[in-house]
C-alpha cells in the first residue's frame, strides 16, 4: 500500500553525525563574543521545541496528517537543531556550562510559552507558524552568509533549509483550513503584523541574559548590553539579511493578487530592511 502522506515523512535530509565537529577552524571564532551568545541563544530556543510541539499537537488532535507531521519531522528536526548547535558551542567554549544556563532560560521563558497563546483558528494559526519559520529561516540565512567559520557554515545552512521545509507544510496546512475556515485578508494580516511584532523578543532576551550569566558569572545582563548586542546584529543584517525571500514568505498566506503582490513587495522589502536594521 502507498505511504499517504509520503512527502511529510521522507527520512531527514542531514543528521548530527555528518557534521564534522572535529574540524572546526577554531581560531576563526573562538574569540567572538556575539558569535558565542547567538549560537548559544539559537540553542536553547531551539531545545525547546518539545513544549511547542506539544501545545501544536493538542491544537491540531484529530488532524491525522498534520499530528503525524509534527511528530515524525517538526519536532525531531527542531531538537536536532538545538542538539547541533549546542554541541558546536560546547566544542567551541568548552568553559560553558550549557546545560546550567539552558536551565535558567527555560525556568525564565516557560511562562511565556502557554497553549492559550495559540490563534483562535487552525488556519490561523498556521499562519502564525509560517511567520515563526520565516523567522528562524531568515535568520539562518544571515548566519550561514556571515559565518566566520565554515562547519558552522554548513550547520546553519541544513538549519535553514530545514526551516524552509517547516514554513512549506505549515503553508500547505494553511491552505489546506483556509477552504474550510474562510479568514478574510484582514484577519491574515492581523496575524502577520501581531507575529512579527513578537518574533525574538522576550525569546531572545531570555536566551541571551541566561547565556551571559553563567559565561560572566556576577555580571548582570542590563538592557545596555541588550542594545549592544542588538546594534550588532543590526549590522550584520544590513548587508547579508534575506530581505527579498523574508518578504515573499511574509505575504504569501495574504494571497494578494499578482499585480498587487509584484507592486508591493519592493516597497516591502525597502520597509523590512529599516525595519531589521535601521
Ligand atoms: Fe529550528
Ligand atoms: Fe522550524
Known amino acids: 500500500m502507498p505511504d499517504p502522506h509520503p512527502a511529510f515523512v521522507a527520512p531527514h535530509p542531514w543528521l548530527i553525525e555528518q557534521i564534522a565537529f572535529d574540524r572546526i577552524a577554531h581560531e576563526r571564532i573562538a574569540r567572538e563574543e556575539t558569535w558565542f551568545h547567538v549560537l548559544a541563544a539559537a540553542s536553547f530556543v531551539e531545545s525547546l521545541a518539545d513544549l511547542y510541539t506539544h501545545n501544536l499537537l493538542d491544537y491540531m488532535e484529530g488532524d491525522?496528517?498534520?499530528?503525524?507531521?509534527?511528530?515524525?519531522?517538526?519536532?525531531?528536526?527542531?531538537?536536532?537543531?538545538?542538539?547541533?548547535?549546542r554541541r558546536y558551542v560546547e566544542t567551541v567554549w568548552?568553559?560553558?556550562d550549557w546545560q546550567a544556563a539552558f536551565d535558567g532560560f527555560c525556568m525564565d521563558y516557560r511562562p511565556y510559552c502557554k497553549a492559550e497563546l495559540l490563534e483562535p483558528t487552525r488556519a490561523l494559526e498556521m499562519v502564525a507558524r509560517c511567520v515563526v519559520e520565516t523567522g528562524t529561516s531568515g535568520l539562518y540565512g544571515l548566519l550561514q552568509q556571515i559565518s566566520p567559520e565554515p562547519v558552522l557554515a554548513t550547520l546553519v545552512g541544513h538549519i535553514r533549509n530545514d526551516e524552509v521545509g517547516h514554513y512549506k507544510y505549515f503553508y500547505h496546512a494553511f491552505l489546506r483550513y483556509r477552504e474550510r475556515e474562510r479568514p478574510s485578508r484582514w484577519q491574515v494580516a492581523r496575524v502577520i503584523r501581531q507575529r512579527l511584532g513578537e518574533i525574538g523578543q522576550?525569546?531572545?532576551?531570555?536566551?541571551?541574559?541566561?547565556?551571559?550569566?553563567?559565561?560572566?558569572?556576577?555580571?548582570?545582563?542590563?538592557?545596555?548590553?541588550?542594545?549592544?548586542?542588538?546594534?550588532?546584529?543590526?549590522?550584520?543584517?544590513?548587508?547579508?539579511?534575506?530581505?527579498?525571500?523574508t518578504v515573499k514568505m511574509l505575504v504569501k498566506p495574504l494571497r494578494l493578487p499578482g499585480l498587487v503582490?509584484?507592486?508591493?513587495?519592493?516597497?516591502?522589502?525597502?520597509?523590512?530592511?529599516?525595519?531589521?536594521?535601521?
Open 64 to 85: 491525522a496528517e498534520a499530528s503525524q507531521w509534527l511528530r515524525e519531522r517538526w519536532e525531531p528536526e527542531e531538537l536536532q537543531h538545538g542538539r547541533a548547535l
Open 94 to 96: 568548552p568553559a560553558f
Open 202 to 245: 522576550e525569546d531572545a532576551y531570555l536566551a541571551l541574559k541566561n547565556a551571559h550569566a553563567v559565561r560572566h558569572p556576577g555580571q548582570t545582563f542590563s538592557p545596555r548590553d541588550f542594545q549592544r548586542f542588538q546594534h550588532t546584529a543590526g549590522h550584520w543584517a544590513r548587508a547579508h539579511y534575506p530581505y527579498e525571500m
Open 261 to 278: 503582490n509584484r507592486m508591493a513587495l519592493p516597497l516591502l522589502v525597502r520597509h523590512a530592511r529599516r525595519v531589521v536594521a535601521p
